[in-house]
Protein backbone atom coordinates (compact mmCIF):
# COMPACT_ATOMS: atom_id res chain seq x y z
CA UNK A 1 0.00 0.00 0.00
CA UNK A 2 2.89 2.65 0.57
CA UNK A 3 4.05 2.10 -3.04
CA UNK A 4 0.84 3.75 -3.83
CA UNK A 5 1.86 6.83 -2.18
CA UNK A 6 5.56 7.20 -1.95
CA UNK A 7 6.26 10.45 -3.92
CA UNK A 8 3.18 11.80 -3.80
CA UNK A 9 1.28 14.42 -0.95
CA UNK A 10 -1.30 13.47 0.92
CA UNK A 11 -3.43 16.38 3.08
CA UNK A 12 -4.95 15.70 6.60
CA UNK A 13 -8.42 16.82 6.55
CA UNK A 14 -7.76 18.80 9.80
CA UNK A 15 -8.01 23.09 9.85
CA UNK A 16 -4.35 23.73 9.18
CA UNK A 17 -4.67 20.67 5.89
CA UNK A 18 -1.22 19.60 7.15
CA UNK A 19 0.67 18.00 4.50
CA UNK A 20 2.03 14.12 4.31
CA UNK A 21 4.64 14.82 1.73
CA UNK A 22 7.78 12.79 2.65
CA UNK A 23 7.98 8.94 2.45
CA UNK A 24 9.08 8.70 6.17
CA UNK A 25 5.50 10.78 7.03
CA UNK A 26 4.11 8.02 4.19
CA UNK A 27 5.34 5.01 6.11
CA UNK A 28 4.41 5.52 9.09
CA UNK A 29 0.82 6.59 8.25
CA UNK A 30 -0.15 3.35 5.91
CA UNK A 31 2.57 1.11 7.10
CA UNK A 32 0.33 -2.31 8.49
CA UNK A 33 -2.96 -0.45 8.04
CA UNK A 34 -6.02 -1.31 5.95
CA UNK A 35 -6.74 1.19 3.76
CA UNK A 36 -10.09 2.74 2.36
CA UNK A 37 -10.43 4.71 -1.29
CA UNK A 38 -13.18 6.67 -0.85
CA UNK A 39 -14.25 7.85 -4.14
CA UNK A 40 -17.19 10.15 -4.13
CA UNK A 41 -18.09 13.40 -5.59
CA UNK A 42 -20.18 16.12 -3.69
CA UNK A 43 -22.02 16.46 -6.95
CA UNK A 44 -24.24 12.90 -5.92
CA UNK A 45 -26.86 12.70 -3.79
CA UNK A 46 -26.06 9.49 -2.65
CA UNK A 47 -22.80 10.37 -1.81
CA UNK A 48 -24.00 12.90 0.52
CA UNK A 49 -26.63 10.54 1.92
CA UNK A 50 -23.56 7.81 2.66
CA UNK A 51 -21.11 10.41 4.05
CA UNK A 52 -22.74 10.85 7.57
CA UNK A 53 -22.67 6.67 7.92
CA UNK A 54 -18.89 6.83 6.54
CA UNK A 55 -18.41 9.39 9.31
CA UNK A 56 -19.26 7.57 12.03
CA UNK A 57 -17.97 4.24 11.03
CA UNK A 58 -14.83 5.45 11.03
CA UNK A 59 -14.93 7.56 14.08
CA UNK A 60 -16.09 4.57 15.78
CA UNK A 61 -13.18 2.64 14.96
CA UNK A 62 -10.57 5.34 15.38
CA UNK A 63 -11.98 7.18 18.35
CA UNK A 64 -10.51 6.94 22.01
CA UNK A 65 -14.09 7.37 23.03
CA UNK A 66 -15.20 4.37 21.38
CA UNK A 67 -12.27 2.20 21.50
CA UNK A 68 -9.26 1.61 23.80
CA UNK A 69 -7.11 0.98 20.90
CA UNK A 70 -7.68 2.49 17.27
CA UNK A 71 -8.13 0.51 14.42
CA UNK A 72 -5.33 0.24 12.40
CA UNK A 73 -7.69 1.96 9.20
CA UNK A 74 -7.18 4.68 7.05
CA UNK A 75 -9.79 6.51 5.46
CA UNK A 76 -8.57 8.37 2.22
CA UNK A 77 -10.93 10.20 -0.16
CA UNK A 78 -10.45 10.38 -3.44
CA UNK A 79 -11.92 13.37 -4.60
CA UNK A 80 -14.03 12.60 -8.25
CA UNK A 81 -15.57 16.43 -7.73
CA UNK A 82 -15.55 18.73 -10.32
CA UNK A 83 -14.16 21.71 -8.83
CA UNK A 84 -12.13 22.49 -5.58
CA UNK A 85 -14.80 24.25 -3.94
CA UNK A 86 -17.08 20.79 -4.22
CA UNK A 87 -14.41 19.25 -2.67
CA UNK A 88 -13.94 21.76 0.26
CA UNK A 89 -17.72 21.35 1.08
CA UNK A 90 -17.58 17.65 0.87
CA UNK A 91 -14.76 17.23 3.18
CA UNK A 92 -16.76 18.62 5.65
CA UNK A 93 -18.73 15.91 6.41
CA UNK A 94 -15.35 13.88 6.64
CA UNK A 95 -13.75 12.69 9.86
CA UNK A 96 -10.66 14.53 11.03
CA UNK A 97 -8.51 12.16 10.64
CA UNK A 98 -9.27 11.37 6.81
CA UNK A 99 -6.66 12.01 4.77
CA UNK A 100 -7.37 13.17 0.85
CA UNK A 101 -5.40 14.27 -2.45
CA UNK A 102 -5.91 17.78 -3.37
CA UNK A 103 -7.56 18.63 -6.37
CA UNK A 104 -5.02 19.72 -8.46
CA UNK A 105 -3.42 16.39 -7.82
CA UNK A 106 -3.99 14.36 -10.95
CA UNK A 107 -3.36 10.98 -9.37
CA UNK A 108 -6.85 11.31 -8.32
CA UNK A 109 -7.70 10.28 -11.54
CA UNK A 110 -5.04 8.09 -11.95
CA UNK A 111 -6.50 5.80 -9.44
CA UNK A 112 -10.22 5.61 -10.62
CA UNK A 113 -8.75 3.93 -13.83
CA UNK A 114 -6.02 2.17 -12.00
CA UNK A 115 -9.17 0.69 -10.10
CA UNK A 116 -11.53 1.04 -12.15
CA UNK A 117 -14.06 2.76 -10.56
CA UNK A 118 -17.54 2.47 -12.36
CA UNK A 119 -19.81 3.96 -9.57
CA UNK A 120 -19.92 6.55 -6.75
CA UNK A 121 -20.13 5.93 -3.68
CA UNK A 122 -17.51 3.44 -3.54
CA UNK A 123 -15.01 2.43 -0.77
CA UNK A 124 -12.37 -0.02 -2.17
CA UNK A 125 -10.58 -1.54 1.02
CA UNK A 126 -7.15 -2.15 0.39
CA UNK A 127 -4.92 -4.61 2.32
CA UNK A 128 -1.28 -3.94 3.54
CA UNK A 129 0.39 -5.02 0.60
CA UNK A 130 -2.19 -3.42 -1.93
CA UNK A 131 -4.47 -6.46 -2.83
CA UNK A 132 -7.77 -5.50 -2.85
CA UNK A 133 -9.81 -6.85 0.18
CA UNK A 134 -13.23 -5.84 -0.98
CA UNK A 135 -14.17 -3.73 -4.05
CA UNK A 136 -17.11 -1.88 -2.49
CA UNK A 137 -17.46 -1.98 0.87
CA UNK A 138 -20.55 0.45 0.83
CA UNK A 139 -23.87 -1.66 1.73
CA UNK A 140 -21.50 -4.10 4.13
CA UNK A 141 -20.55 -0.83 5.79
CA UNK A 142 -24.36 0.38 5.73
CA UNK A 143 -25.74 -3.20 6.95
CA UNK A 144 -22.64 -4.43 9.26
CA UNK A 145 -21.70 -1.08 10.66
CA UNK A 146 -18.00 -1.08 12.72
CA UNK A 147 -18.52 -4.79 13.00
CA UNK A 148 -17.88 -5.80 9.56
CA UNK A 149 -13.97 -4.31 10.98
CA UNK A 150 -13.76 -7.47 12.63
CA UNK A 151 -13.93 -9.11 8.98
CA UNK A 152 -11.38 -7.32 7.30
CA UNK A 153 -8.75 -7.17 10.09
CA UNK A 154 -8.18 -11.20 10.04
CA UNK A 155 -8.72 -11.69 6.64
CA UNK A 156 -5.74 -8.82 5.70
CA UNK A 157 -3.58 -10.64 8.44
CA UNK A 158 -2.36 -7.74 9.89
CA UNK A 159 0.76 -8.06 12.27
CA UNK A 160 -0.70 -6.20 15.19
CA UNK A 161 -3.42 -7.74 16.55
CA UNK A 162 -4.25 -5.88 19.89
CA UNK A 163 -7.48 -4.03 18.21
CA UNK A 164 -10.35 -4.33 20.66
CA UNK A 165 -14.27 -2.72 20.95
CA UNK A 166 -14.44 -0.79 23.81
CA UNK A 167 -17.19 -3.77 25.55
CA UNK A 168 -14.21 -6.67 24.58
CA UNK A 169 -11.55 -4.56 26.59
CA UNK A 170 -13.41 -3.91 29.79
CA UNK A 171 -13.78 -7.36 29.83
CA UNK A 172 -10.81 -8.90 29.12
CA UNK A 173 -9.78 -6.30 31.89
CA UNK A 174 -12.14 -7.49 34.45
CA UNK A 175 -10.76 -11.21 33.69
CA UNK A 176 -6.86 -10.01 33.69
CA UNK A 177 -7.29 -8.82 37.38
CA UNK A 178 -8.54 -12.10 38.67
CA UNK A 179 -6.25 -14.13 36.40
CA UNK A 180 -2.93 -13.77 38.15
CA UNK A 181 -4.15 -14.13 41.45
CA UNK A 182 -5.87 -17.90 40.21
CA UNK A 183 -3.31 -18.64 38.79
CA UNK A 184 -0.73 -17.78 41.70
CA UNK A 185 -3.35 -19.75 43.66
CA UNK A 186 -3.39 -22.80 41.54
CA UNK A 187 0.84 -22.83 41.76
CA UNK A 188 1.08 -22.44 45.28
CA UNK A 189 -1.95 -25.73 45.77
CA UNK A 190 0.26 -27.14 43.48
CA UNK A 191 3.56 -27.07 45.22
CA UNK A 192 1.67 -28.16 48.20
CA UNK A 193 0.44 -31.40 47.07
CA UNK A 194 3.96 -32.03 45.03
CA UNK A 195 5.31 -31.63 48.66
CA UNK A 196 2.97 -34.59 50.13
CA UNK A 197 3.80 -36.60 47.83
CA UNK A 198 7.29 -36.77 48.17
CA UNK A 199 6.90 -37.25 52.35
CA UNK A 200 4.47 -39.98 51.91
CA UNK A 201 6.97 -41.76 49.40
CA UNK A 202 9.90 -41.17 51.96
CA UNK A 203 7.38 -42.65 54.68
CA UNK A 204 6.38 -45.38 52.66
CA UNK A 205 9.32 -47.54 52.03
CA UNK A 206 9.53 -47.93 56.07
CA UNK A 207 13.27 -48.93 57.92
CA UNK A 208 14.34 -51.47 55.24
CA UNK A 209 14.66 -49.14 52.37
CA UNK A 210 18.62 -48.35 52.20
CA UNK A 211 20.51 -46.77 48.83
CA UNK A 212 20.14 -43.47 47.54
CA UNK A 213 16.82 -41.37 47.63
CA UNK A 214 14.57 -41.95 44.62
CA UNK A 215 15.45 -45.51 44.66
CA UNK A 216 12.47 -48.16 44.43
CA UNK A 217 11.96 -51.70 45.10
CA UNK A 218 10.13 -53.56 42.63
CA UNK A 219 7.29 -55.68 43.77
CA UNK A 220 9.36 -59.33 44.32
CA UNK A 221 12.10 -58.42 43.30
CA UNK A 222 15.52 -57.51 44.46
CA UNK A 223 17.82 -54.74 44.65
CA UNK A 224 21.25 -54.28 44.31
CA UNK A 225 22.45 -51.65 47.12
CA UNK A 226 25.42 -49.69 46.18
CA UNK A 227 27.21 -50.56 49.42
CA UNK A 228 26.84 -54.09 48.55
CA UNK A 229 24.33 -54.82 51.55
CA UNK A 230 20.47 -54.70 52.59
CA UNK A 231 19.03 -53.90 55.47
CA UNK A 232 20.65 -52.90 58.45
CA UNK A 233 19.29 -54.81 60.40
Request: proline fraction near 3%; hydrophobic fraction near 35%; charge should be negative.
Amino acid sequence: MVDLFVDRVLVKNNTEQDELDTEREIVTRLQNRILMLFFASAESETCQQFAPTLHDFFKQLTDEFYVERAAQLVLLYISLDQSEDQLENFLKELPKKSLFLAYEDPYRRELESMFNVKEVPTVLVLRPDCSILIPNAVEEIIQLGPDCYRNWHEAAELIDRNFLMKEDFEEKSMRSFSDPIRRLKYKVEDEKKNKKKKKKKKQGRGWGGGGEEGEEVEAGGERDDKDGGGSMW
